[in-house]
């Protein structure tokens, strides 16, 4: 088989990359080695700068009536019980969206031809080969199907096949795992649609309403060897977490986390690429480039992993739709030059996200000595608001193929 660009990987990214692609005339395939979907994490935040990522995408109509945004959120110290507000919302902008990952990937999933997701195509390698004087790339699945390929964009995630085919330095443990699920209260839960965190030495929580009914809750902590043992049993990991991890957290939290539904609970180590890794690194070769956790996996304070994903996609396919010629194809002597501008665009910010979660992980959990005490304060009132600035981002519009934006 031939395919103009072949995207490995069905999750945020991969899927928005191929409604990008589209939306600029360029037929992918998409290859998921799952049987389905999936939604691991539960649910997601998407702040301003992914929702105009998916206004470019055109799909934030599907999207608008379902999720309501958060104007504000509430820190509290679970030691001294002080609280401290921010508010996201403007006049400028919208706070963020908390959106059920299930839905965000069939929204976009919805998007694309039937054909263009491959369930159950487990890529195996990607070579490279000159023909007619321009490289392409071919893909060898492990049922054996054979696949070439002008564009091979790796949204494969973390662990990513085709970032250790650019010879990427792999991601790194960061020391936390986070925990997370949804809530269903059948009868309402009543809780007002804000963002209600929780801080402890090496500790944070949250719970953020979706709707109504439906309540996300998450658990940020610094593991230990025996805390990584706890395996994928949702009723362990939820029995930790209330009896372990988060037993001095206030009770309303608690009692959120207990009543979970058990099928979204889960829980993984959080992994990140040095920043210097992204900045000096080889992202992109002639046809071959990383997008999402694949390029710029990052610890989740600032909450940019799907967002983050979501820019990549608009801005790949704005760079991409400038690569065909007047028949709609792919001009294999320009996808070189449009992958490194790609490249070039996302490097830096990329790479400054990774810098201010991390960092702001370390403000909010690590110590317990007067001097973090005070320096946690002063986050929350003066950094923290700067830091969310540096989310709000507007990664662009999508070209037409007559250079006009959508």
């Not at 104007?71 to 919302?89: I, P």
């Not at 039937?114 to 490279?128: A, G, M, P």
């Not at 992993?305 to 991409?320: K, P, Q, S």
Request: net charge positive.
């Amino acid at each position: 088989m031939e395919e103009e660009a072949v995207i490995v990987g069905a999750g945020i990214c991969g899927l928005a990359t191929a409604v990008a692609l589209k939306r600029v005339g360029i037929r992918a395939v998409v290859l998921e080695r799952a049987s389905e979907l999936r939604t691991t994490g539960a649910a997601i935040l998407l702040w301003s700068n992914a929702w105009l990522a998916l206004n470019a995408l055109g799909v934030t109509d599907k999207l608008n009536l379902l999720y309501a945004p958060i104007e504000r959120g509430f820190f509290t110290d679970v030691k001294t019980k002080s609280t401290q507000q921010v508010v996201y919302a403007s006049k400028e902008r919208d706070g963020p969206r908390a959106v059920h990952r299930k839905i965000l990937l069939q929204v976009l999933a919805d998007e694309l031809p039937l054909d263009t997701i491959r369930f159950s195509s487990k890529l195996t390698s990607v070579e490279s080969i000159v023909k007619d004087g321009h490289r392409i790339s071919v893909l060898r699945l492990h049922d054996g199907a054979i696949i070439k390929a002008k564009v091979v964009i790796g949204c494969d995630g973390v662990h990513s096949v085709i970032a250790k085919r650019l010879k990427l330095s792999p991601p790194v443990r960061s020391g936390r795992s986070g925990v997370g699920g949804i809530s269903v209260y059948p009868a309402g839960h009543g809780l007002s649609p804000n963002v209600q965190q929780f801080v402890d030495v090496s500790k944070r929580a949250a719970i953020i309403p979706l709707n109504d009914k439906e309540v996300y809750w998450f658990l940020v902590l610094q593991t230990t060897p025996e805390d990584k043992d706890i395996g994928n049993d949702p009723e362990s990991i939820q029995r930790a977490v209330m009896e372990n991890w988060a037993k001095d957290f206030p009770l309303s939290y608690l009692d959120i986390v207990q009543q979970s539904d058990l099928s979204t609970v889960s829980f993984a180590s959080l992994m990140f690429r040095y920043p210097w890794d992204v900045v000096l690194g080889t992202l992109s070769t002639e046809n071959i480039v990383v997008a999402g956790d694949a390029m710029h996996p990052t610890t989740p304070e600032l909450g940019q992993g799907g967002c983050m994903a979501l820019e990549d996609a608009v801005v790949l396919g704005r760079h991409m739709g400038n690569s065909l010629d007047p028949k709609g194809k792919l001009r294999p002597g320009d996808v070189g030059c449009a992958l490194g501008k790609y490249v070039g665009e996302r490097r830096w910010r990329t790479a400054w996200i990774i810098v201010g979660s991390y960092l702001s992980g370390w403000v909010q959990q690590d110590g317990s000595g007067w001097w973090m005490k005070f320096l946690r304060d002063l986050f929350y009132k003066t950094i923290q608001t700067r830091v969310i600035n540096l989310v709000h981002y507007d990664c662009g519009r999508l070209p037409n193929r007559m250079g006009t934006s959508l």
